[in-house]
């Protein structure tokens, strides 16, 4: 079983950044892509970025311009590179990592916390 370990998160005043980091306990063969997830309290959980191993992005449409993934293939760890942080980011930011060809896999970090509050 691959663990997803979410790094990075914290408190943060509006407008301000902070860079979210996931990696693997071990290696994830075949792996096809990987995303970041956030839930809000009372919330549903929902997609925010997603990147392919082939660097194709996907954002939700609210978040692109301030929000920016990235991938390091190398180490298949994801970043997400948040600014101008308001209090409705506020959430856990979860990590996810899937092959999507078979066999497949999907696999969810344990999230990171992210409050933004003056």
């Known amino acids: 079983q691959v663990q997803l370990m979410e790094s990075g998160g914290g408190l943060v005043q509006p407008g301000g950044s902070l860079r979210l980091s996931c990696a693997p306990s071990?290696?994830?063969?075949?792996?096809?892509?990987m995303a970041w997830y956030r839930q809000a309290p009372g919330g549903e959980r929902e997609l925010v970025a997603r990147i392919t191993t082939g660097g194709t992005t996907t954002y939700a449409d609210s978040l692109e311009g301030r929000f920016t993934i990235s991938m390091d293939n190398r180490i298949q760890t994801i970043y997400l590179q948040m600014n101008n942080l308001q209090p409705e980011d506020t959430a856990v930011y979860y990590c996810?990592?899937?092959?999507?060809?078979?066999?497949?896999?999907?696999?969810w970090g344990q999230g990171t916390q992210v409050t933004v509050s003056s």
């Open positions: 996810r990592a899937q092959r999507v060809v078979t066999p497949t896999y999907a696999y």
């Open positions: 071990r290696t994830m063969p075949g792996l096809s892509r």
